[in-house]
């Protein structure tokens, strides 16, 4: 298992090696040890899967609000997704910019998202799952989000944006989250935050 920077602080590219033969491979997804080892959160509170029935579809860009931020580990079980992450540290040298990367069935790539970003994704194929590892459980009063096309973030969606929740599609802009939500720069990262 590898684990490597991306532009964005904390938020981390983690690629399986996977141990091959005749009959097919292994493949270690998670490792408390290395997580510890790379300053990520190894608590794993809540674990969930997302069915994708069409390709374009997009969901996000979705957090959950402080004081129960969390963090995420995401992969692609079955299909492919360009997957997001969009720093909202208040603070932050990268608020406001955004990490995309492609994780799929294939290549086996997961990205670990801090807490202080907001995460989505949009499926490059049909029938795509992901699945989520996330450090806390689900709060509903504490759902939030901003808006996937919001200008000032800009994300490039590899395809034009499909089969939006209602919800996702009146989502705030960045600009407009109240800063009761997001918790300042430096206070997320590290493995015991």
Known sequence: MQVFDTPLSGCRLIKPTPLSDERGYFVRLFDADVFV?????????????????????????????????????????????????????????????WYGVELSADNNYQLYIPAGFAHGFQALTSNAVVAYHISVPYDPALTAGLRFDDPDVAVDWPL?????????????????????????????????Q
């Open 160 to 192: 034009p944006p499909a089969h939006l929740s209602e919800r996702d599609r009146c989502l705030p802009r960045l600009s407009e989250l109240g800063s009761s939500c997001l918790m300042p720069y430096p206070g997320f990262g590290g493995a015991h």
């Open 37 to 97: 080892a790379h300053d990520l959160n190894p608590a794993l509170a809540q674990a969930s899967l997302s069915y994708n029935l069409q390709k374009g579809t997009l969901r996000g860009l979705h957090f959950q609000a402080h004081p129960r931020m969390e963090d995420k580990l995401v992969r692609c079980a079955s299909g492919a997704v360009f997957d997001v992450a969009v720093d909202i540290r208040p603070g932050s040298p990268t608020f406001g910019q």
